[in-house]
């Protein structure tokens, strides 16, 4: 499973951006696909994932009611609303061989390159 995530970039406080993740490779209606963070100086912290047919979501507390993640096929998307500069990171996508997402990132087995986010207050 490849994974190529996009979207990233500068924004100021308040703005939005959506992030894209395409996965390619065998298998995938099997892998759930998650977003995670990190901030520089920090560790890596769960954002959301979903399942492949979208029935299952799950979000951190501290982005619930403003990020939303959603899946067309291979392609994971996150709409991310209300941005904060606590929310600036590295964001990496990641795939899941279980159908149910999981929030520990150890359980991912693959992940793509990352895209930056920094938003400005």
């Known amino acids: 499973v490849q994974l190529q995530a996009s979207g990233g970039g500068l924004v100021q406080a308040g703005g939005s951006l959506r992030l894209s993740c395409a996965a390619s490779g065998r298998g995938l209606s099997s892998f759930a696909l998650g977003w995670f963070r990190q901030a520089p100086g920090k560790g890596r912290e769960f954002v959301s994932a979903i399942s492949w047919s979208g029935d299952y979501t799950y979000y951190a507390d501290s982005v619930k009611g403003r990020f939303t993640i959603s899946r067309n096929s291979a392609t994971v998307y996150l709409q991310m609303n209300n941005l904060k500069p606590e929310d600036t990171a590295v964001y990496l996508c990641?795939?899941?061989?279980?159908?149910?997402?999981?929030?520990?990132?150890?359980?991912?087995?693959?992940w793509g390159q990352g895209t930056q986010v920094t938003v400005s207050s």
């Open positions: 990641a795939a899941d061989p279980n159908y149910v997402p999981r929030i520990p990132g150890e359980l991912y087995d693959y």
